[in-house]
């Protein structure tokens, strides 16, 4: 029995799950990242992700090296977070969260509409970040790509964590995000603070998006809408408060609904998406501050 | 059956009666001595606003053809309202257009679920529900029961039945797998495909299907080439073919494919060939109705020549954008049933204009060609070429297909 | 006496509000009283997710879902049992009531974003759900009443008598729409005004404290979202008796958030701005549509739109008008 069972093809689909959890961890890491900040989701992470793909993919147009276009729209993306930040999100910093998080949404639609009035809805394409040469080990194939994209999440997990844990700026980002008030009395402008997580969010979604793009072999407007869900998801996963988490929880999100699409036929791929946040419901009746997550203590 | 029937009858009635009583004018709404008011639902905003160029290129056309005298005298004014592709919201679109705008006829309305929610309340209230922008087969196929209906381009089953025929004659040995959207579009092509196929139906080893809201077809891929497919069916929409592409690459599966009309364009072929490589889409095969403007071969077209002068000076949008061609195709084909329905056209007349049709010079479809129809061939476009694909463009080969 | 003042200027109110609500069909066009029929459907979800939010402090993101379920409830009965549409609408309400309660179970163990997301996960997954189940469903085309049931359509000949007095399909359904929205927004009045009001808020402002002053939390919440899925339940019906047909498409994820948008902008916790609410999301597509049909713009002015209000008026319509009313209250209210 244990020989008639294919154990190639339960190899490939999971190496498969591992590459499609990979394109949503850099995505929720950038939620994670501004629900630590903020304190909410950001409904417009994936659309803002979106826009700097179509940024990279007019300096490709024009003429720049994948690379050369890959840290410019880095760059332009990070400044152009710290912007939405102040122009959109400052003016109701004060506000309740729901508030906000009702402005991220209009700021979907917002980026959303100014991509597909900037550029037309035709499908487009941005070179590939690493080959896609196919590589087979031992019937399982799979590409430098894949392994790529999640090399460069857990890259930038440990760049986060260096940042967070070496230097003045990631302390000073802790702790407005922990307690915006004392760290005011300590001179930490938490006001710029935020910003600056709003920029570094938008950096890493600019990355998703990029490695998103040539990962699917093609994009449009609609590239990042149902990468957000999944980022979502996965984010909750994994503890909406750890960046280890975010990645794991991505990670193991599509691990398993690759699995359970392949091998439960009831649900095959109809039903293998509601069947999964069934079950992450489940994982956080058990542990509800997600698997990373750390359970927040009430002060009465 | 009958009841329905009854029931129709009784609402046309009383519908038309209170239609009239609320002031509707003239006998034939929508038409005066200097206009002809028709409209229609389009999603121009949300996820399937890519398609917004059906009506976008139609309304082109409708332009140049109103400044070159519009048609007996009358301009055509064609308002589109925004159905965001939600079937409720279609339904509320419409009965506007019929109860509020008074329109002539319902025209190019996107969507097979969109134009299944109208159907009824149409053909009730006996307005034309033209050329539905959908490739099901029901506009076509039920026209006794729905008779004020009728459809536009091939239907999705025949274009899987000509795939399933050509294989079945050409290549008897074929594994054939299918990769198909989990709706009717991607469902009726593979019951053509089915069809076509016919006694040979077990060349058929595994169909796998996907939503529009799966994050990508991977699994999907995986499983085709598992079941040792060596045929691969396409049915999918232009993100997710280029992602069945890439990804057989990606596994180094070298299956042959078959691409479905709407993900065979030029520009998608394209970027499938860029990210998985030229050895993947080589060969590949699929039908063709209408003049691509990316596709190299119609660059001296003086069908295209005429698109691309309409898209420029009557503010089209996004030349590069195949779907402004059918528009445009479908916009002219009802300028010609309109000059057929009579100078002074009604509902009836248009229909009959609609059910008589025979345009052989329409410029931006394929050289042949012809929009036919008769009360009882209610398929407006049901030829196509076979085409394959070598060295990066499309060459036909065969002759003119019966796609039915 | 300057609170006999109070209560005499807030009859007054709300005897204008109900004479332009009773008049307002009369000015509009008649497939124009269809739209506003329309508007009184977000009208009541927005009302009920009000009740759950913005007085017992737990977010949904899943209220598109609880309407799919009462027009679906609706469809159902119409289409295979051949119900008259009208008969439904409690049904479809308490069935999305129930499931309301079942959602609101696990909102013991999990609370703020936790529920926010299992609600989401509703929302996102009720689509492939109701195309899964196609036999009952209709599947990905839905059900079209005029097709199945014709019969059971009320006003299906176009006009409606009712007591005597006759009137047209579109008016019917403006009047049946908004007299249940008024009627559903007394209650939730009545409720915000009473007992379980104050422990709704108690919850909201301070679960640890709540619960230290004896109120059974679980009890609690799982009313709070029983109740606003009746609401829910009942505006979806609402919805499929309007159109006639449900279909997946219309019941996404952008439905829930429309609803939670249209309840913030509205403002949370206050009655007053809701109905602003659900013209806010009524008509704001058309007019981005009429700005100009150029691809993105629609969506653009849209955003925008949502953004600026938000800046202006961050507690919603409601809470301006709260504060802008604070001056006349304060007087009437204050000793001299």
């Known amino acids: ?300 | ?404 | 006496m300057r609170r006999a003042l109070g209560i005499a200027l807030w009859v007054l109110a709300v005897a204008a509000g109900i004479a332009f609500f009773l008049v307002l069909p009369r000015f509009v066009s008649d497939f124009h009283s269809r739209e506003l029929a329309q508007a009184g459907v977000f009208f009541i979800a927005i009302v009920g997710l009000n009740l759950l939010t913005g007085y017992t402090g737990q977010i949904s993101l899943g209220h598109g879902a609880l309407m799919a379920i009462g027009g679906y409830t609706t469809a159902i009965l119409v289409t295979h049992e051949h119900w008259r549409d009208v008969w439904t609408i409690p049904v479809a309400g308490l069935t999305a009531g129930a499931v309301g309660f079942l959602v609101g179970i696990p909102a013991l163990r999990l609370s703020g974003l936790y529920l926010a997301v299992a609600t989401f996960g509703l929302a996102v997954a009720m689509p492939s759900i109701l195309k899964k189940f196609s036999g009952l469903t209709g599947g990905s085309e839905g059900l079209v009443f005029v097709e199945k049931a014709p019969k059971q359509i009320t006003g299906l000949g176009g006009s409606v008598t009712i007591f005597g007095h006759s009137m047209t399909q579109n008016h019917f359904l403006y009047y049946l729409t908004w007299t249940i929205g008024l009627i559903g927004l007394t209650i939730a009045w009545l409720i915000v005004r009473g007992r379980i009001g104050r422990v709704f808020r108690a919850v909201r402002d301070s679960e640890i404290a709540a619960v230290s002053s004896g109120v059974n939390l679980a009890k609690i919440k799982t009313l709070s979202f029983a109740l606003s899925g009746v609401y829910a339940g009942i505006a979806g019906s609402l919805l499929a008796i309007q159109t006639q047909i449900v279909n997946p498409l219309s019941f996404t994820f952008l439905l829930s958030i429309l609803i939670l948008v249209g309840a913030v902008v509205g403002g949370l916790g206050s009655l007053v701005g809701l109905v602003v609410g659900a013209f806010f999301v009524q008509y704001l597509p058309d007019v981005s549509t009429h700005i100009s049909e150029r691809p993105g713009v629609p969506d653009f002015v849209y955003g925008a739109a949502i953004i600026i209000v938000m800046i202006l008026l961050p507690s919603g319509v409601g809470g301006f008008l709260r504060r802008l009313a604070r001056p006349l209250t304060t007087w009437l209210y204050t000793r001299p």
């Open chain 1, 1 to 300: 029995m244990l020989l008639a069972f294919d154990w190639t093809q339960l190899a490939q689909q999971t190496v498969i799950g591992l590459s499609v959890g990979g394109t949503w961890a850099l995505l929720a890491l950038a939620l994670v990242l501004i629900y630590r900040s903020t304190g909410v989701i950001n409904f417009a992470q994936g659309e803002m992700a979106m826009f700097s793909t179509f940024i990279a993919w007019s300096l490709v147009n024009h003429g720049l090296s994948f690379w050369e276009a890959f840290f410019l729209t880095i760059a332009i993306s990070f400044v152009g977070g710290i912007a939405v930040e102040r122009v959109v999100i400052r003016p109701v910093e004060r506000a309740p969260e729901l508030t906000v998080a009702i402005v991220t949404i209009g700021l979907f639609f917002l980026v959303d509409g100014a991509a597909k009035w900037i550029w037309s809805s035709e499908t487009r394409t941005l070179p590939n970040a690493f080959s896609t040469r196919p590589i087979d080990v031992a019937g399982v194939a799979f590409s430098i790509e894949d392994l790529g994209n999640i090399a460069v999440s857990v890259g930038v997990v440990v760049l986060l964590w260096l940042l967070f844990r070496f230097t003045k700026v990631g302390l000073a980002l802790r702790a407005s995000a922990v307690n915006p008030d004392e760290s005011r009395l300590l001179g930490i402008r938490v006001s710029w603070m935020l910003a600056l997580g709003w920029g570094l969010a938008a950096a890493m979604g600019a990355v998703s998006g990029m490695l998103t793009a040539p990962a699917l072999g093609s994009f449009d407007q609609n590239l990042m809408q149902v990468v957000l869900l999944y980022a979502i998801a996965g984010a909750v996963l994994g503890g909406l408060g750890s960046p280890i988490g975010a990645v794991v929880g991505s990670l193991l999100l599509g691990v398993f609904i690759t699995l359970v699409g392949t091998y439960v036929d009831w649900i095959g791929t109809d039903l293998r998406t509601p069947f999964a946040l069934a079950v992450i419901l489940a994982v956080l009746l058990v542990r509800p501050a997600g698997l990373f997550g750390r359970t927040a203590v009430r002060r009465v």
């Open chain 2, 1 to 404: 059956m009958k009841g329905i029937s009854y029931v129709l009858a009784a609402l046309a009635c009383a519908l038309t009666l209170a239609t009239a009583a609320s002031g509707a004018g003239t006998a034939t709404p929508g038409v005066t001595p200097t206009e002809v008011l028709i409209g229609g639902t389009i999603p121009l905003t949300g996820v399937a606003s890519a398609y917004s160029t059906v009506g976008l290129g139609a309304a082109a056309y409708f332009r140049y053809v109103n400044v070159h005298g519009g048609v007996n005298h009358r301009k055509i004014k064609y308002l589109i309202k925004d159905d965001a592709y939600d079937p409720s919201q279609t339904a509320t679109d419409t009965r506007e257009l019929v109860e509020q705008d008074h329109v002539f006829a319902i025209f190019n309305s996107l969507g097979t679920e969109q134009n299944l929610a109208t159907r009824p309340y149409l053909n009730a209230l006996k307005v034309p529900q033209l050329f539905a922008a959908s490739g099901a087969t029901t506009w076509g196929r039920d026209y006794k029961q729905w008779p004020w209906t009728i459809g536009y381009q091939p239907n999705y089953r025949a274009e899987g039945t000509i795939y399933g025929r050509y294989i079945a004659k050409k290549t008897p040995k074929a594994r054939v797998g299918v990769l198909y959207q989990n709706d009717d579009y991607g469902k009726d092509l593979l019951a053509g495909l089915v069809r076509g196929l016919g006694k040979k139906g077990g060349l058929l080893v595994s169909k796998q299907s996907y939503d529009v809201t799966d994050p990508d077809v991977q699994s999907q891929i995986a499983k085709l080439k598992a079941a040792k497919v060596n045929t691969l069916m396409v049915f999918a929409t232009p993100q997710f073919a280029i992602q069945s592409f890439v990804y057989a690459h990606k596994l180094g599966w070298k299956p042959k494919s078959y691409v479905n009309a709407v993900s065979s364009a030029s520009n998608i072929m394209g970027i499938a060939t860029q990210g998985a490589g030229k050895k993947q889409t080589e060969g590949s095969i699929s039908i063709v109705f209408l003049k691509d403007p990316n596709d190299p071969r119609w660059a001296k077209d003086k069908g295209i020549k005429l698109y691309r002068s309409i898209m420029k000076r009557y503010k089209g949008v996004h030349p590069g954008n195949v779907y402004n061609v059918y528009g445009m195709s479908v916009a002219h084909t009802f300028v010609e049933a309109l000059k057929k329905a009579g100078k002074n056209p009604t509902r009836a007349s248009l229909m009959k204009a609609v059910t008589h049709l025979n345009v052989k010079n329409d410029p931006f479809l394929l050289p042949g060609v012809i929009v036919h129809t008769t009360p009882t061939d209610r398929f407006p476009l049901d030829q196509a070429r076979l085409e394959r694909y070598h060295n990066g463009r499309w060459y036909s080969f065969g002759g003119l297909f019966r796609v039915r």
